[in-house]
């Protein structure tokens, strides 16, 4: 060997941390020497690490029911793989966030009005999450249950999603989002249409204040609003006429105040 | 511990393999469920003492496979869309959308070698068992599959200078 040459194979070998010592200084050294081949690895292992930043979570989120019994044979499989899903149950789930405020610069704390800055952001999470195909929630109706218990913990208070089946709106699920004060529950409904509507339940509002229904516009996401008790919720649509989304606004109303 | 309760034990990390390979989370717990119910009816040709998880895997690639040939004839790179994604990313919010996006872009076959060897982290020869093909074609779309999506992620001003990856 006249001169030492790195092959493309040992080059992602030692990206994925796969070689012996001698070989990793050897490369370690080849590197040293080529800026760009030293830049293609350290891209590499950004990939490498969002890749895992992105879906090692799933690891972590309760498996579906579905998945753990057996087709046909009528009998369940073992009861700990659906434990197993559960057990590091949330504590992935907040840490990675899609959300971004994008072109809507954070308003100064004194001139928040808690109500309104609440639609508007209640109006981008729906323009958000609504139109999406692949992940319109994080967690889907049909883990209600784990839905509840993690946005009650996340939120440190109790809460419900309502049932708008009434009205012809099946919950999809819902999501934790990020809020001006601390964690947002953000549910989703469809009616079968397809129409979809969302539902931004934000807690730690101050007791005094309760406002009557208000009503905003924002990109085209129609949202009514108001803060009652602890709460302040906000629904939003942009498929539906004001006054329909005002009975789903109604609806939600009445059953947070029986 | 038997076969099964190991298979069980795999469910979580079949969902983050297929959740990255098909993005979408429904239609990947449904290409978990159609593997587990083949690997179920399977398991009495799994032989003791060889790679459960390898074997496991190797269903789903299958079933994987079957699926996306009857849903659509072929998946090529669009090496517009590749042309498209000059800016920089951002934020590390972006750079997971665009991931997200990236990763759909890879050819399957390409796809399936980097997220076994990341996500999964197997040996290169146990990528070459599951997928059934020489580990000298591991390795070629090993290296395809980094440099397209580096391509894609940080755009060609990363790559210009470079010469083309065999």
Known sequence: ?????????????????????????????WLAGHPEDAERVADYRRIAQALRAAFDPVLDEPVPQRLTRTPGAGRAWPRYAAVAGWIA????????????????????????DMGSTMARRAALAHATYSPEVRHPVEVGADQEAHLVAWLSKRLGTPVQPPKLDAIGYSLMGGRLLPGDNGPVAHFMYQCTKGTRVTLYLRAGANESRETAFRYAEERNVRVFYWIDRKFGYAISSADISRDDLYKVANTVYQQFNP | MSEAQRLVELIPRLRRYARALVGDRAAADDLVQDTLERAWTKLHL?????????????????????????????????????????????????????????????????????????????????????????????????????EKLRLMMFGPSATAKLKVVK
Request: no cysteine.
């Open chain 1, 1 to 29: 060997m006249s001169e030492p040459h790195l092959s493309e194979a040992e080059l992602q070998a030692f990206v994925d941390g796969r070689l012996d010592a001698p070989r990793r200084a050897a490369v370690e050294a």
């Open chain 1, 89 to 112: 149950l949330g504590a992935a789930l907040g840490a990675v966030t899609t959300w971004q405020w994008r072109d809507t610069p954070r308003p100064s704390a004194a001139a928040v």
């Open chain 2, 46 to 146: 799994y032989r003791r003492g060889t790679d459960l998880r390898a074997w496991l895997f190797t269903v789903m690639h299958n079933v994987h496979v079957n699926r996306i040939r009857a849903l659509r004839p072929s998946e090529a790179l669009d090496e517009d869309l590749l042309e498209q994604s000059q800016h920089a990313p951002q934020a590390d919010a972006l750079v997971m959308r665009d991931l997200d996006r990236a990763i759909a872009r890879l050819p399957e076959d390409q796809r399936a070698v980097l997220l076994l060897v990341v996500l999964e982290e197997m040996s290169y020869e146990e990528v070459a068992q599951t997928l059934d093909v020489p580990i000298g074609t591991v390795m070629s779309r090993l290296s395809r599959a980094r």
